[in-house]
């Protein structure tokens, strides 16, 4: 059974920063891209960053470009997402997503962590 748990959010005022974690069991990393997304209230979930499995890969959305960084440690299976000189608009609940980096392309999401970034 795949389950993905997040970890790190919290309260941070503008231009801090917040290291968030996601631990996978029941997966090989290496086998699976895996990304953070984020919800704020009221808008559709979207795409923050991605890291592919075995290249390691990395993209990430213009909106936190040069401020997030996304890394992976495939042996302890954990995905990292360090945010840094966070603004208000970064406040959001943010999930770790799992996507197989084949067909079916199975595809798995953590509870989330809420981030809220506010003074």
């Known amino acids: 059974q795949v389950q993905l748990v997040e970890s790190g959010g919290g309260g941070v005022q503008p231009g801090g920063s917040l290291r968030l974690s996601c631990v996978a069991s029941?997966?090989?990393?290496?086998?699976?891209?895996m990304g953070w997304y984020r919800q704020a209230p009221g808008k559709e979930r979207e795409l923050v960053a991605t890291?592919?499995?075995?290249?390691?890969?990395?993209y990430y959305s213009d909106s936190v470009k040069g401020r997030f960084t996304i890394s992976r440690d495939n042996a302890k299976k954990t995905v990292y997402l360090q945010m840094n000189f966070l603004r208000p608009e970064d406040t959001a609940i943010y999930y770790c997503?799992?996507?197989?980096?084949?067909?079916?392309?199975?595809?798995?999401w953590g509870q989330g962590t809420q981030v809220t970034v506010s003074s």
């Open positions: 029941g997966v090989t990393l290496s086998t699976y891209n």
């Open positions: 997503n799992a996507q197989y980096y084949r067909y079916p392309f199975d595809t798995y």
């Open positions: 890291s592919t499995g075995a290249d390691r890969i990395t």
